[in-house]
Protein backbone atom coordinates (compact mmCIF):
# COMPACT_ATOMS: atom_id res chain seq x y z
CA UNK A 1 0.00 0.00 0.00
CA UNK A 2 2.47 2.45 0.94
CA UNK A 3 4.36 1.40 -2.31
CA UNK A 4 1.31 2.58 -4.20
CA UNK A 5 1.29 5.50 -2.35
CA UNK A 6 4.62 6.59 -3.22
CA UNK A 7 4.56 5.44 -6.79
CA UNK A 8 1.25 7.70 -7.41
CA UNK A 9 3.42 10.68 -5.78
CA UNK A 10 5.80 10.26 -8.45
CA UNK A 11 3.21 9.75 -11.16
CA UNK A 12 2.11 13.08 -10.02
CA UNK A 13 4.97 14.88 -9.11
CA UNK A 14 6.47 13.97 -12.96
CA UNK A 15 3.05 14.67 -14.68
CA UNK A 16 3.05 18.06 -13.43
CA UNK A 17 7.00 18.69 -13.81
CA UNK A 18 6.04 17.24 -17.24
CA UNK A 19 3.16 19.72 -17.98
CA UNK A 20 5.20 22.79 -17.14
CA UNK A 21 8.55 21.88 -19.18
CA UNK A 22 6.23 20.94 -22.14
CA UNK A 23 4.57 24.68 -21.61
CA UNK A 24 7.81 25.95 -21.39
CA UNK A 25 9.71 24.10 -24.49
CA UNK A 26 6.23 25.49 -26.82
CA UNK A 27 6.99 29.02 -25.48
CA UNK A 28 10.66 28.87 -25.81
CA UNK A 29 9.83 27.46 -29.66
CA UNK A 30 7.87 30.30 -30.75
CA UNK A 31 10.58 32.85 -28.97
CA UNK A 32 13.30 31.56 -31.42
CA UNK A 33 15.50 30.07 -28.13
CA UNK A 34 17.75 26.81 -27.94
CA UNK A 35 14.84 24.25 -26.73
CA UNK A 36 18.29 22.53 -24.94
CA UNK A 37 17.35 25.13 -22.36
CA UNK A 38 13.78 23.38 -20.86
CA UNK A 39 16.25 19.83 -21.30
CA UNK A 40 18.60 21.77 -18.84
CA UNK A 41 15.70 22.75 -16.56
CA UNK A 42 14.26 19.28 -16.71
CA UNK A 43 17.84 17.70 -15.80
CA UNK A 44 17.97 20.12 -12.75
CA UNK A 45 14.20 19.01 -11.58
CA UNK A 46 15.20 15.18 -11.82
CA UNK A 47 18.49 16.20 -9.97
CA UNK A 48 16.93 18.14 -7.16
CA UNK A 49 14.14 15.20 -6.79
CA UNK A 50 16.33 12.02 -6.67
CA UNK A 51 19.24 14.20 -4.44
CA UNK A 52 17.13 16.37 -2.89
CA UNK A 53 14.17 15.02 -2.03
CA UNK A 54 12.64 18.49 -3.20
CA UNK A 55 9.55 19.16 -3.59
CA UNK A 56 7.53 20.71 -7.07
CA UNK A 57 7.32 23.51 -4.92
CA UNK A 58 10.63 24.12 -4.20
CA UNK A 59 10.77 23.64 -8.34
CA UNK A 60 8.33 25.56 -9.27
CA UNK A 61 10.02 28.93 -7.12
CA UNK A 62 13.50 27.86 -8.74
CA UNK A 63 11.89 28.23 -11.94
CA UNK A 64 10.04 31.83 -11.55
CA UNK A 65 13.58 33.15 -10.00
CA UNK A 66 15.30 31.69 -13.77
CA UNK A 67 12.26 32.87 -15.85
CA UNK A 68 13.03 36.51 -14.04
CA UNK A 69 16.33 36.25 -15.34
CA UNK A 70 15.35 34.87 -19.24
CA UNK A 71 12.75 37.29 -19.46
CA UNK A 72 15.27 40.43 -18.42
CA UNK A 73 17.92 38.75 -20.48
CA UNK A 74 15.69 38.71 -23.68
CA UNK A 75 14.11 42.37 -22.73
CA UNK A 76 17.77 43.33 -22.69
CA UNK A 77 18.90 41.73 -25.96
CA UNK A 78 15.88 42.82 -28.35
CA UNK A 79 14.65 46.04 -26.86
CA UNK A 80 17.75 47.81 -25.71
CA UNK A 81 21.49 48.70 -26.62
CA UNK A 82 22.78 47.76 -23.44
CA UNK A 83 25.96 45.52 -23.23
CA UNK A 84 25.42 42.06 -22.11
CA UNK A 85 27.72 42.18 -20.00
CA UNK A 86 25.30 44.41 -17.96
CA UNK A 87 23.29 41.24 -17.90
CA UNK A 88 23.27 40.85 -13.79
CA UNK A 89 23.09 37.08 -13.48
CA UNK A 90 25.46 36.52 -10.30
CA UNK A 91 21.59 38.10 -8.78
CA UNK A 92 20.09 34.59 -8.96
CA UNK A 93 22.99 32.80 -7.39
CA UNK A 94 22.34 35.89 -4.44
CA UNK A 95 18.93 34.94 -3.97
CA UNK A 96 19.26 31.42 -4.15
CA UNK A 97 22.34 31.59 -1.82
CA UNK A 98 19.99 33.90 0.55
CA UNK A 99 16.89 32.21 0.41
CA UNK A 100 17.86 28.88 0.56
CA UNK A 101 21.44 28.72 1.96
CA UNK A 102 22.17 25.66 -0.04
CA UNK A 103 25.46 26.18 -1.64
CA UNK A 104 24.49 23.15 -3.54
CA UNK A 105 21.57 24.69 -5.00
CA UNK A 106 23.50 28.23 -5.19
CA UNK A 107 25.63 26.07 -7.77
CA UNK A 108 23.13 24.27 -10.36
CA UNK A 109 20.78 27.87 -10.27
CA UNK A 110 24.27 29.48 -11.19
CA UNK A 111 25.28 27.02 -13.88
CA UNK A 112 21.93 26.97 -15.66
CA UNK A 113 21.61 30.56 -15.54
CA UNK A 114 25.19 31.46 -16.92
CA UNK A 115 24.32 28.83 -19.43
CA UNK A 116 21.26 29.80 -20.33
CA UNK A 117 21.49 33.70 -20.67
CA UNK A 118 25.18 33.01 -22.81
CA UNK A 119 23.12 30.92 -25.55
CA UNK A 120 20.41 33.55 -25.65
CA UNK A 121 22.95 36.30 -26.25
CA UNK A 122 25.29 34.42 -28.76
CA UNK A 123 26.35 31.14 -27.19
CA UNK A 124 29.68 32.36 -26.54
CA UNK A 125 31.21 29.66 -24.07
CA UNK A 126 33.75 32.80 -22.99
CA UNK A 127 30.43 34.73 -21.58
CA UNK A 128 29.55 31.75 -20.06
CA UNK A 129 32.07 30.61 -18.05
CA UNK A 130 32.79 34.80 -16.99
CA UNK A 131 29.66 34.57 -15.36
CA UNK A 132 29.44 31.40 -14.27
CA UNK A 133 32.51 32.24 -12.07
CA UNK A 134 30.96 35.62 -10.65
CA UNK A 135 27.75 33.79 -10.12
CA UNK A 136 29.62 31.06 -7.77
CA UNK A 137 31.82 33.53 -5.95
CA UNK A 138 28.66 35.24 -5.04
CA UNK A 139 26.87 32.31 -3.30
CA UNK A 140 30.06 32.10 -1.14
CA UNK A 141 30.33 35.52 -0.59
CA UNK A 142 26.78 35.94 1.29
CA UNK A 143 26.86 32.37 2.88
CA UNK A 144 25.66 32.97 6.25
CA UNK A 145 25.14 37.04 5.48
CA UNK A 146 23.62 39.29 8.06
CA UNK A 147 23.96 42.31 6.88
CA UNK A 148 23.40 45.17 4.36
CA UNK A 149 27.01 45.74 4.52
CA UNK A 150 27.68 41.78 2.80
CA UNK A 151 25.69 42.62 -0.05
CA UNK A 152 27.60 45.35 -0.94
CA UNK A 153 31.02 43.51 -0.59
CA UNK A 154 29.56 40.14 -2.61
CA UNK A 155 28.81 42.93 -5.70
CA UNK A 156 32.60 44.62 -5.23
CA UNK A 157 34.22 40.78 -5.22
CA UNK A 158 31.36 39.71 -8.02
CA UNK A 159 32.49 42.39 -10.23
CA UNK A 160 36.15 41.78 -9.69
CA UNK A 161 36.41 38.27 -10.37
CA UNK A 162 34.34 38.50 -13.49
CA UNK A 163 36.88 41.16 -14.70
CA UNK A 164 39.51 38.36 -13.80
CA UNK A 165 37.74 36.25 -15.72
CA UNK A 166 38.04 38.05 -19.12
CA UNK A 167 42.09 38.73 -18.32
CA UNK A 168 42.37 34.58 -17.82
CA UNK A 169 39.93 34.02 -21.20
CA UNK A 170 42.19 36.45 -22.83
CA UNK A 171 45.52 35.92 -22.13
CA UNK A 172 46.89 39.11 -23.66
CA UNK A 173 48.03 41.40 -20.83
CA UNK A 174 48.64 44.05 -23.80
CA UNK A 175 45.10 43.99 -24.28
CA UNK A 176 44.24 44.61 -20.56
CA UNK A 177 46.07 47.94 -20.65
CA UNK A 178 44.61 49.71 -23.27
CA UNK A 179 41.37 51.77 -23.25
CA UNK A 180 39.36 49.54 -24.57
CA UNK A 181 39.42 46.84 -21.85
CA UNK A 182 38.89 49.72 -19.77
CA UNK A 183 35.39 50.21 -21.52
CA UNK A 184 34.14 47.50 -22.75
CA UNK A 185 35.30 45.17 -20.38
CA UNK A 186 36.05 46.86 -16.92
CA UNK A 187 33.61 49.33 -16.32
CA UNK A 188 30.62 47.10 -17.61
CA UNK A 189 31.23 43.96 -14.99
CA UNK A 190 32.22 45.88 -12.21
CA UNK A 191 29.15 47.58 -12.41
CA UNK A 192 27.59 44.29 -13.01
CA UNK A 193 28.29 43.30 -9.81
CA UNK A 194 26.78 46.27 -8.06
CA UNK A 195 23.74 46.00 -10.42
CA UNK A 196 23.66 42.25 -9.02
CA UNK A 197 23.57 43.07 -5.28
CA UNK A 198 21.08 46.25 -5.37
CA UNK A 199 18.75 43.85 -7.51
CA UNK A 200 18.88 41.52 -4.62
CA UNK A 201 18.80 44.01 -2.02
CA UNK A 202 15.47 45.37 -3.83
CA UNK A 203 14.05 42.23 -4.20
CA UNK A 204 14.66 39.91 -1.12
CA UNK A 205 11.97 40.61 0.95
CA UNK A 206 9.24 39.94 -2.21
CA UNK A 207 10.31 36.92 -2.75
CA UNK A 208 10.86 36.22 0.83
CA UNK A 209 7.05 36.80 1.21
CA UNK A 210 5.95 34.94 -2.00
CA UNK A 211 8.35 31.89 -1.48
CA UNK A 212 7.09 31.81 2.92
CA UNK A 213 11.04 31.62 3.77
CA UNK A 214 13.06 33.15 6.14
CA UNK A 215 16.70 34.59 5.55
CA UNK A 216 19.05 35.66 8.12
CA UNK A 217 17.63 39.29 7.35
CA UNK A 218 14.30 38.24 8.06
CA UNK A 219 15.62 36.53 11.17
CA UNK A 220 17.11 39.83 12.39
CA UNK A 221 14.43 41.57 12.34
CA UNK A 222 12.18 39.24 14.55
CA UNK A 223 15.20 39.06 17.20
CA UNK A 224 14.17 42.58 17.53
CA UNK A 225 12.70 43.25 21.32
CA UNK A 226 10.70 45.76 19.69
CA UNK A 227 8.43 43.33 18.20
CA UNK A 228 4.80 43.98 19.94
CA UNK A 229 4.89 40.36 21.24
CA UNK A 230 8.32 40.14 22.54
CA UNK A 231 7.52 43.88 24.04
CA UNK A 232 4.11 41.93 25.34
CA UNK A 233 5.80 39.68 26.68
CA UNK A 234 7.72 41.55 28.63
CA UNK A 235 5.25 43.48 30.59
CA UNK A 236 2.58 40.59 30.64
CA UNK A 237 5.20 37.85 31.62
CA UNK A 238 8.71 38.68 32.59
CA UNK A 239 9.40 35.72 33.92
CA UNK A 240 8.73 33.69 31.11
CA UNK A 241 10.78 36.82 29.08
CA UNK A 242 13.59 36.18 31.04
CA UNK A 243 13.70 32.60 30.95
CA UNK A 244 13.09 32.97 27.10
CA UNK A 245 16.46 35.12 27.19
CA UNK A 246 18.26 32.23 29.11
CA UNK A 247 16.65 29.37 27.10
CA UNK A 248 17.91 31.55 24.04
CA UNK A 249 21.42 31.94 24.92
CA UNK A 250 21.84 28.10 25.64
CA UNK A 251 20.24 27.32 22.45
CA UNK A 252 21.71 29.02 20.24
CA UNK A 253 25.44 28.25 21.48
CA UNK A 254 24.59 24.30 21.71
CA UNK A 255 23.21 24.49 17.99
CA UNK A 256 26.71 26.25 16.51
CA UNK A 257 28.25 23.89 18.35
CA UNK A 258 27.08 20.69 16.22
CA UNK A 259 26.41 23.17 13.12
CA UNK A 260 22.77 23.93 13.44
CA UNK A 261 21.33 27.38 12.41
CA UNK A 262 22.13 28.95 15.56
CA UNK A 263 20.04 31.96 14.33
CA UNK A 264 16.86 30.32 13.99
CA UNK A 265 17.31 28.53 16.86
CA UNK A 266 17.60 31.43 18.78
CA UNK A 267 14.73 33.74 17.77
CA UNK A 268 12.93 29.91 17.52
CA UNK A 269 13.62 30.49 21.64
CA UNK A 270 12.23 33.68 21.87
CA UNK A 271 8.82 33.14 20.74
CA UNK A 272 8.44 29.26 22.01
CA UNK A 273 7.01 30.32 24.88
CA UNK A 274 4.67 33.21 23.68
CA UNK A 275 0.85 31.43 24.76
CA UNK A 276 2.17 31.62 28.41
CA UNK A 277 1.21 35.42 28.19
CA UNK A 278 -2.58 34.29 28.34
CA UNK A 279 -2.32 32.82 31.81
CA UNK A 280 1.01 34.11 32.94
CA UNK A 281 0.20 33.68 36.74
CA UNK A 282 -0.13 30.00 36.35
CA UNK A 283 3.45 29.38 35.43
CA UNK A 284 6.38 29.40 38.02
CA UNK A 285 8.44 31.95 36.54
CA UNK A 286 5.65 34.76 36.61
CA UNK A 287 4.35 33.60 40.20
CA UNK A 288 6.09 35.90 42.55
CA UNK A 289 4.27 36.37 45.45
CA UNK A 290 0.99 35.11 45.45
CA UNK A 291 2.14 30.96 45.42
CA UNK A 292 1.17 28.61 43.20
CA UNK A 293 -2.32 28.78 41.79
CA UNK A 294 -2.55 25.37 40.99
CA UNK A 295 -2.39 23.81 44.65
CA UNK A 296 -6.68 25.42 44.50
CA UNK A 297 -6.83 23.30 41.38
CA UNK A 298 -7.68 19.55 40.26
CA UNK A 299 -4.66 17.71 38.45
CA UNK A 300 -7.04 17.44 35.60
CA UNK A 301 -7.53 21.42 35.40
CA UNK A 302 -4.02 22.03 35.38
CA UNK A 303 -3.32 19.78 32.99
CA UNK A 304 -6.00 21.85 30.84
CA UNK A 305 -4.34 25.55 31.70
CA UNK A 306 -0.56 23.69 31.12
CA UNK A 307 -1.48 22.05 27.81
CA UNK A 308 -3.34 25.04 26.75
CA UNK A 309 0.09 27.09 26.49
CA UNK A 310 0.84 25.43 23.17
CA UNK A 311 -2.32 26.27 21.02
CA UNK A 312 -2.65 29.62 22.47
CA UNK A 313 1.08 29.79 21.66
CA UNK A 314 -0.17 28.87 17.95
CA UNK A 315 -3.03 31.37 17.79
CA UNK A 316 -1.01 34.59 19.05
CA UNK A 317 1.85 33.11 16.38
CA UNK A 318 -0.54 33.48 13.92
CA UNK A 319 -2.49 36.18 14.44
CA UNK A 320 0.74 37.93 14.19
CA UNK A 321 1.94 36.60 11.17
CA UNK A 322 5.26 34.69 11.85
CA UNK A 323 7.04 32.38 9.61
CA UNK A 324 5.90 29.11 9.76
CA UNK A 325 9.41 28.06 10.88
CA UNK A 326 8.89 30.34 13.84
CA UNK A 327 5.65 28.62 14.75
CA UNK A 328 7.08 25.07 14.55
CA UNK A 329 9.26 25.64 18.01
CA UNK A 330 5.78 26.09 19.85
CA UNK A 331 4.44 22.80 19.95
CA UNK A 332 7.54 20.91 19.05
CA UNK A 333 9.71 21.97 22.10
CA UNK A 334 7.83 20.27 24.53
CA UNK A 335 7.15 17.47 21.32
CA UNK A 336 5.03 14.73 23.74
CA UNK A 337 6.44 14.68 27.11
CA UNK A 338 4.86 14.01 30.08
CA UNK A 339 3.73 16.39 32.36
CA UNK A 340 5.09 14.24 35.70
CA UNK A 341 4.13 16.83 38.58
CA UNK A 342 0.87 16.82 37.23
CA UNK A 343 0.60 13.39 36.55
CA UNK A 344 1.77 12.09 39.85
CA UNK A 345 -0.26 14.20 41.44
CA UNK A 346 -3.36 13.19 40.00
CA UNK A 347 -2.07 9.32 40.57
CA UNK A 348 -1.91 10.34 44.45
CA UNK A 349 -5.26 11.93 44.36
CA UNK A 350 -7.46 9.09 42.10
CA UNK A 351 -10.04 7.44 43.87
CA UNK A 352 -10.30 3.83 44.21
CA UNK A 353 -11.16 2.68 40.85
CA UNK A 354 -10.64 5.67 38.87
CA UNK A 355 -7.96 5.10 35.73
CA UNK A 356 -5.58 7.63 35.32
CA UNK A 357 -4.20 7.58 31.75
CA UNK A 358 -0.72 9.01 30.92
CA UNK A 359 -1.23 9.56 27.24
CA UNK A 360 -3.80 12.27 28.63
CA UNK A 361 -1.11 14.01 30.48
CA UNK A 362 1.10 14.30 26.90
CA UNK A 363 1.90 17.12 25.08
CA UNK A 364 0.30 16.91 22.17
CA UNK A 365 3.42 17.17 19.66
CA UNK A 366 4.90 16.85 17.23
CA UNK A 367 8.14 15.94 18.13
CA UNK A 368 10.75 17.51 17.36
CA UNK A 369 11.29 17.62 13.32
CA UNK A 370 14.54 18.99 13.23
CA UNK A 371 18.22 19.72 15.39
CA UNK A 372 17.24 23.74 15.85
CA UNK A 373 13.89 22.09 17.77
CA UNK A 374 15.35 19.35 19.12
CA UNK A 375 17.94 21.90 20.87
CA UNK A 376 15.58 24.07 22.41
CA UNK A 377 13.23 20.98 23.68
CA UNK A 378 16.50 20.55 25.45
CA UNK A 379 17.65 23.77 26.67
CA UNK A 380 13.86 24.62 27.81
CA UNK A 381 14.06 21.47 29.99
CA UNK A 382 17.64 21.82 31.54
CA UNK A 383 17.51 25.47 32.35
CA UNK A 384 14.20 24.99 34.13
CA UNK A 385 15.89 21.97 36.03
CA UNK A 386 19.25 23.52 36.51
CA UNK A 387 17.53 26.72 38.28
CA UNK A 388 15.42 24.48 40.66
CA UNK A 389 18.42 23.31 42.32
CA UNK A 390 20.02 24.02 45.72
CA UNK A 391 23.73 24.47 44.51
CA UNK A 392 24.76 25.45 40.99
CA UNK A 393 28.19 23.43 41.29
CA UNK A 394 29.63 22.24 38.16
CA UNK A 395 29.54 18.70 39.03
CA UNK A 396 25.70 19.26 40.03
CA UNK A 397 24.80 21.06 36.61
CA UNK A 398 26.65 18.51 34.69
CA UNK A 399 24.43 15.36 36.51
CA UNK A 400 21.18 17.50 35.74
CA UNK A 401 22.01 17.82 32.12
CA UNK A 402 22.70 14.51 31.51
CA UNK A 403 20.14 12.81 33.25
CA UNK A 404 16.84 16.01 31.81
CA UNK A 405 18.69 14.78 28.20
CA UNK A 406 19.37 10.80 28.80
CA UNK A 407 15.29 10.92 29.73
CA UNK A 408 14.25 12.83 26.23
CA UNK A 409 16.30 10.28 24.64
CA UNK A 410 14.82 7.35 26.55
CA UNK A 411 11.44 8.75 26.03
CA UNK A 412 11.90 9.09 22.31
CA UNK A 413 11.80 12.73 22.07
CA UNK A 414 14.49 12.81 19.75
CA UNK A 415 13.33 10.15 17.23
CA UNK A 416 11.89 12.02 14.45
CA UNK A 417 15.02 14.57 13.89
CA UNK A 418 18.22 13.94 13.11
CA UNK A 419 20.38 14.51 16.13
CA UNK A 420 23.27 12.14 16.48
CA UNK A 421 24.80 10.58 19.02
CA UNK A 422 28.15 12.71 18.56
CA UNK A 423 25.54 15.87 18.94
CA UNK A 424 24.05 15.17 21.93
CA UNK A 425 27.24 14.98 23.60
CA UNK A 426 28.47 18.11 22.53
CA UNK A 427 25.17 19.93 23.47
CA UNK A 428 25.39 17.98 27.02
CA UNK A 429 29.12 19.50 27.04
CA UNK A 430 28.29 22.96 26.13
CA UNK A 431 25.06 23.47 28.35
CA UNK A 432 26.82 22.34 31.21
CA UNK A 433 29.44 24.81 30.30
CA UNK A 434 27.10 27.84 29.88
CA UNK A 435 25.07 27.07 32.93
CA UNK A 436 28.32 26.87 35.15
CA UNK A 437 29.14 30.04 33.99
CA UNK A 438 26.20 31.87 34.38
CA UNK A 439 25.78 30.56 37.97
CA UNK A 440 29.46 31.04 38.68
CA UNK A 441 30.32 31.60 42.39
CA UNK A 442 31.32 35.22 43.44
CA UNK A 443 33.82 36.29 46.15
CA UNK A 444 32.13 37.76 49.69
CA UNK A 445 33.77 40.77 51.16
CA UNK A 446 33.08 41.52 54.98
CA UNK A 447 31.01 43.89 56.05
CA UNK A 448 32.43 47.65 57.29
CA UNK A 449 32.11 47.52 61.18
CA UNK A 450 31.79 50.97 63.09
CA UNK A 451 34.51 52.75 64.22
CA UNK A 452 37.16 50.63 62.49
CA UNK A 453 36.16 51.76 58.77
CA UNK A 454 38.68 54.81 58.47
CA UNK A 455 41.81 52.45 60.16
CA UNK A 456 41.19 49.39 57.94
CA UNK A 457 40.91 51.71 54.88
CA UNK A 458 44.09 52.92 55.56
CA UNK A 459 45.62 49.65 56.13
CA UNK A 460 44.30 48.45 53.05
CA UNK A 461 45.73 51.39 51.03
CA UNK A 462 49.27 50.58 52.35
CA UNK A 463 49.32 47.49 51.61
CA UNK A 464 48.14 47.67 48.49
CA UNK A 465 51.55 49.51 47.70
CA UNK A 466 53.44 46.44 49.40
CA UNK A 467 55.07 44.01 46.95
CA UNK A 468 54.67 40.76 48.38
CA UNK A 469 50.50 41.60 48.76
CA UNK A 470 48.96 39.24 46.26
CA UNK A 471 46.24 40.92 43.68
CA UNK A 472 42.49 40.43 44.97
CA UNK A 473 39.95 38.43 43.01
CA UNK A 474 37.50 41.40 41.10
CA UNK A 475 34.41 41.21 41.63
CA UNK A 476 31.92 38.79 39.10
CA UNK A 477 29.01 41.03 39.11
Do not use: W
Not at 52 to 79: D, M, N, S, W
Not at 256 to 279: E, F, Q
Amino acid sequence: MRNQEQNNFLIRNFGIAAGILLAVGVLFYFSGFSLIIPLLLLILGVHLYFFKKATVRLFLQLGLLFALLLTGTHALVEYTTVPVLYIPVAAIALLTMLLYNDLQLAFLMSFISSVSVALIVDGNIDLMLTFLVGSLVAAYTVKGARTRGAMINAGLFIGLIQVFSVILLNGNMQFVLTKGFAFHYFRPLVINGFVSAFVVIATLKIFESLFGVLTNFSLLELSDFNHPLLKRMILEAPGTYHHSLIVSNLAETAADTIGANALLTRVGAYYHDIGKMIKPEYFTENQLTEGNKHDQLEPSMSRLVILNHIKEGVELAQKYKLNPKIIDFIPQHHGTGLLYYFYQKALEEAKEGENIREENFRYPGPKPQSKEAAVLMLADSVEGATRALDEHTPSKIDEVVRRIINNKFIDGQLDECDLTLKDIEMISTTFTRVLSAMYHGRVKYPEKKNGNTGKKSAEKSSDKNSPNQPDRPESSA
